[in-house]
């Protein structure tokens, strides 16, 4: 069964240094998606992205973050400066283009640490 | 204000008992409610979704409009149910966010 996956598994960095998550979700999925869920917290939404552009984004989506789909299979989250209060799981979604439910799959996770 | 309750944060049951994951949610119009589940170390995947109406691993829920409640029950709980469980919400609109509450920690014991 097809899987999104997402690399690296954990990413250890200095704060103030740039990250970039990768994605790779389900191959005829269009719709595509960012969560995090800091430690102890719930799982918030930070953008969606369809058909080469955000479609929807929370207060956390700020200018430090951004999101692309370089190819035709990754889909990206960068973030440009990072601060200690990013630290947290970040999970990537996909979601079928008509399919009738909002049923998203999400993939592992990366675990970003800010030191 | 969209929003997900999960009033529990852990749920400790026995092997063979009943259980009821609480859910309530504020929302206007006619939402998807649905019921993820993370086991230990696994991705989130999804358990339940309220349009389909179905029973899996034994688990239902009943979406209640006017106590705007979607609990997860499963009359008699086993070990392999031990894990995160989160109530999800979408507006019903195509490609929206999932908006989660905190999530329900169930743990069953023999």
């Known amino acids: 069964e097809p899987e999104v996956t997402q690399t690296p598994s954990h990413q250890v960095t200095q704060m103030g240094q740039e990250v970039i998550l990768r994605c790779v979700p389900i191959s005829n999925h269009l719709y595509f998606y960012w969560y995090r869920q800091i430690l102890g917290q719930k799982v918030e939404f930070l953008v969606s992205f369809y058909n080469n552009e955000i479609s929807e984004k929370s207060e956390i989506f700020d200018d430090q973050f951004s999101v692309e789909r370089p190819d035709g299979s990754n889909f990206t989250l960068k973030i440009r400066s990072t601060k200690l209060e990013d630290s947290a799981m970040y999970f990537c979604?996909?979601?079928?283009?008509?399919?009738?439910?909002?049923?998203?799959?999400f993939g592992p996770g990366t675990r970003l640490t800010v030191l | 204000a969209q929003r997900v309750t999960q009033p529990e944060k852990l749920l400790s049951v026995f092997k063979g008992a009943p259980v009821e994951l609480k859910c309530n949610y504020s929302y206007s119009g006619s939402p998807e409610l649905f019921w993820y589940v993370q086991y230990s170390r696994q991705r989130l995947q999804l358990l339940l979704r309220h349009i389909s109406r179905e029973s899996i691993k034994g688990f239902t829920a009943d979406l209640n409009k006017g106590e705007t409640s979607f609990h997860l029950k499963k009359p008699f709980a086993q070990e392999e149910d031990s894990a995160m469980y989160y109530c999800a919400l979408s507006p019903n609109q195509a490609g929206t966010a999932l908006i989660f509450g905190k999530g329900t920690t169930l743990s069953v014991s023999s």
């Open positions: 979604a996909s979601r079928l283009q008509g399919a009738q439910y909002n049923e998203q799959f």
